[in-house]
């Protein structure tokens, strides 16, 4: 089944500890991207990545890393975690960026920054 | 900067309704506008892609419709369902990855 997968879907921390929430997806889809939902706020993009190797900063990239070493995973890094990043993520991919290319969403990993 | 405005921002009506979901984009330069739906707890899905060259794009009893130059997409929903309550996204894509409106939160009452 073609999908984007995420992990952990929850996840409860305390601030400074450092943690990763991992996206796959099993489409070869060269683009992909992570976003935050906040209420009042709605999805921002945090950062994305054209293709291994080749990543950008979306709207609020302050406080998070990737890496986008294989095509087919591309993890989301909070170095040391903060209450204001408590938030639902998503994941997603496409083909790529052409006009008629959909944008694939992962399941969503809630997260609490104590 | 591109801004994406979704209204209403909450709906109810009976269940049998025709409605319209309205979205409203301020920089026309797009490459197309995308229709999501997200259920509570869930992540989104890609309802209907509409291209910029495009004026409608139709999946069952959904229709979507865009007009570029004045910088709106309408989602019409017909005989709506209880099982249609959801929240309905409208995002647009230009030179940088997609915008997202806030949403319209449907209840559709049996």
């Known amino acids: 089944e073609a999908q984007v997968t995420q992990n952990p879907r929850y996840l409860i921390t305390v601030t400074g500890k450092k943690l990763t929430v991992t996206c796959s997806q099993n489409?070869?889809?060269?683009?992909m991207s992570w976003y935050r939902q906040d209420p009042g706020l709605g999805l921002r993009q945090i950062y994305y990545?054209?293709?291994?190797?080749?990543?950008d900063k979306g709207d609020v990239p302050e406080g998070y890393k990737v890496s986008r070493k294989e095509k087919r995973n591309f993890p989301l890094i909070l170095e040391s975690p903060s209450p204001n990043q408590t938030s639902l993520y998503f994941c997603?991919?496409?083909?790529?960026?052409?006009?008629?290319?959909?944008?694939?969403f992962g399941p969503g990993t809630r997260l609490s920054v104590l | 900067k591109q801004e994406v405005t979704q209204i209403p921002a909450a709906l109810s009506v009976p269940e049998g309704e025709n409605l319209v979901l309205n979205c409203s984009f301020t920089d026309s330069a797009i490459y197309n506008l995308q229709w999501f739906r997200q259920d509570p707890g869930k992540g989104l899905t890609s309802l209907l892609l509409?291209?910029?060259?495009?004026r409608e794009q139709t999946s069952g009893r959904l229709n979507a419709s865009l007009d570029k130059s004045s910088g709106r997409s309408t989602l019409y929903i017909a005989a709506s369902q209880p099982g249609d309550s959801a929240t309905y996204l409208c995002?647009?894509?230009?030179?940088?990855?997609?915008?997202f409106g806030k949403g319209t939160r449907l209840s559709v009452i049996a």
């Open positions: 997603a991919s496409s083909p790529g960026l052409a006009s008629y290319d959909t944008q694939y």
């Open positions: 489409m070869n889809h060269e683009y």
């Open positions: 995002a647009v894509r230009g030179n940088t990855p997609l915008v």
């Open positions: 990545s054209m293709n291994v190797e080749v990543t």
């Open positions: 509409i291209q910029s060259s495009q």
